[in-house]
């Protein structure tokens, strides 16, 4: 079991930015590729960013992309989401997830890839 907490999330302006933060406690936490995903009020939750296990590759949804960056330290079990530039439709709630086999499979968009999820926290822009 891998147990997934995340933080960092508030209320913003336009054109701000917030780092939130995800801590893993459980299974060794640099064996497991992460994901951030997102859920607007009404909508399915989305793809945002994933990140390898070793942290040397990551991938991002169009709709952030050259906006937020992902990283890990895996020392601290922890990974994160730089998010800049923050828009009004970035509101959501932001979810961190775990998966062995998403970067193996090339599938890491797919949240049926994700084993471990976290309870989500709050990301509002406000125009």
């Known amino acids: 079991q891998v147990q997934l907490v995340e933080s960092g999330g508030g209320l913003v302006q336009a054109g701000g930015s917030l780092r939130l933060s995800c801590a893993a406690s459980g299974r060794t936490f640099s064996n497991y590729a992460m994901g951030w995903f997102r859920q607007a009020p009404g909508k399915e939750r989305e793809f945002v960013a994933a990140?390898?296990?070793?942290?040397?590759?990551?991938r991002y949804a169009d709709s952030v992309k050259g906006r937020d960056t992902i990283s890990r330290d895996n020392a601290k079990n922890t990974v994160y989401l730089q998010m800049n530039s923050l828009k009004p439709e970035d509101t959501a709630v932001y979810y961190c997830?775990?998966?062995?086999?998403?970067?193996?499979?090339?599938?890491?968009?797919?949240?049926?890839?994700?084993?471990?999820w976290g309870q989500g926290t709050q990301v509002t822009v406000s125009s």
């Open positions: 997830a775990a998966s062995t086999t998403a970067w193996v499979r090339l599938r890491v968009v797919l949240l049926g890839e994700y084993d471990y």
């Open positions: 990140i390898s296990s070793s942290g040397g590759t990551t």
